[in-house]
């Protein structure tokens, strides 16, 4: 990896992370309404297989949505002032947190109910092989998702018509506060897909670095072949499910065991080791990212509410 390379992958997760902190910030000031899911914990996810992508590349996701927002590039002022409901918002202000959407970037949104974006990603695979273009779809969702009849109903016209996606479960152990292991009759998801025929495997997601090499292999042979593949990418989340969820149901030192594996300063330590950065570079990055969290609360705070007459505009096409 170029450093120039590896040194924006660090970027990238610290934007996410101070992102949902400083978010997080707003919300209990009751400056963001509505429901509100931090990716604090899994960025190492979101970012490596952006990494991968291609601007004409389509990606779907749950409704833990911000941090693929911001991995693909949209605009955090703009993403910041859509958790404000505000005017100026990606959305104009209608989406919120669960429901970002950015067509410029082929993101084609977060979705509120569990599993709905599998489908719509696998009609977008199936519009991409139609047309005979060589695009893949990445469709992001949670260990939840997996016990909803649309996600087999999806892997299987996924296989049947071979259509070039690559279904990614975000497995952080938990769909709010029920452990897979009380939702899933296998204890490997991975085997999940086995039923449909579709390549699969597991990858550390607290590791940027090994998420990088398994997007690469993975969009390479999805792309190549217009099959579907599986991926579990093993994660956790830090903090509660939403922002009302009290945590009452897992043990601080689970927690504390997790964050020994932060994606965010095991690379730190990687570039450190390799001489790739120095504290003061990483110092540096801190204090840029800093900035632009803190100019995107600025630009929320100075952007109108939406009319009330914008409640009609955009509904239907
Ligand atoms: C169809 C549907 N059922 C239930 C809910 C309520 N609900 C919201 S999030 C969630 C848990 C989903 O967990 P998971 O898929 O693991 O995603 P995570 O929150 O861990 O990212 C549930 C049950 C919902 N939004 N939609
Ligand atoms: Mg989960």
């Not at 989406?95 to 082929?106: Q, T």
């Amino acid at each position: 990896m170029e450093r120039s390379e590896a040194i924006r992958l660090y970027r990238e997760m610290c934007l996410i992370r101070r992102f949902e902190e400083r978010a997080s910030d707003r919300y209990q000031d009751g400056k963001i309404g509505g429901y509100f899911h931090t990716y604090i914990g899994q960025e190492a996810i979101a970012v490596g297989i952006a990494a991968i992508l291609t601007p004409e590349d389509y990606v779907i996701d749950s409704y833990r949505d911000h941090g693929h927002c911001l991995a693909l590039g949209s605009d955090p002022n703009l993403v910041m002032a859509e958790l404000h409901g505000k005017k100026r918002g990606l959305c104009q202000g209608k989406g919120g947190s669960m429901h970002l959407f950015d067509k410029e970037r082929r993101f084609l949104g977060g979705t509120g109910i569990v599993g709905a974006g599998i489908p719509i990603g696998t009609g977008a695979a199936f519009a991409i092989k139609y047309r005979g273009g060589s695009q893949v779809c990445v469709n992001f969702f949670g260990d939840g998702a997996l016990n909803e009849g649309a996600f087999h109903e999806s892997l299987n016209l996924a296989s049947l018509w071979s259509l070039p996606i690559i279904f990614v479960c975000e497995n952080n152990h938990y769909g709010m506060s029920t452990p897979v292991s009380k939702s899933s009759s296998l204890e490997s998801l991975v085997e999940r897909a086995a039923g449909y025929g579709i390549e699969r495997e597991a990858m550390n997601g607290m590791d940027v670095r090994a998420v990088l090499s398994t997007a690469r292999r993975v969009v390479d042979y999805v792309r190549q072949n217009s099959r579907p593949y599986f991926i579990e990418a093993i994660t956790y989340r830090y903090l509660g499910h939403g922002a009302q969820d009290p945590n009452r149901y897992r043990t601080r030192q689970e927690i504390e065991e997790w964050r020994l594996r932060d994606p965010i300063q095991g690379y730190a330590a990687y570039l450190l080791g390799q001489k790739l950065a120095t504290e003061s570079d990483l110092e540096t990055i801190h204090a840029e990212v800093n900035e632009v969290v803190e100019g995107s609360i600025r630009f929320s705070e100075e952007s109108p509410e939406p009319e009330p007459d914008a409640l009609y505009e955009h509904v239907y096409v």
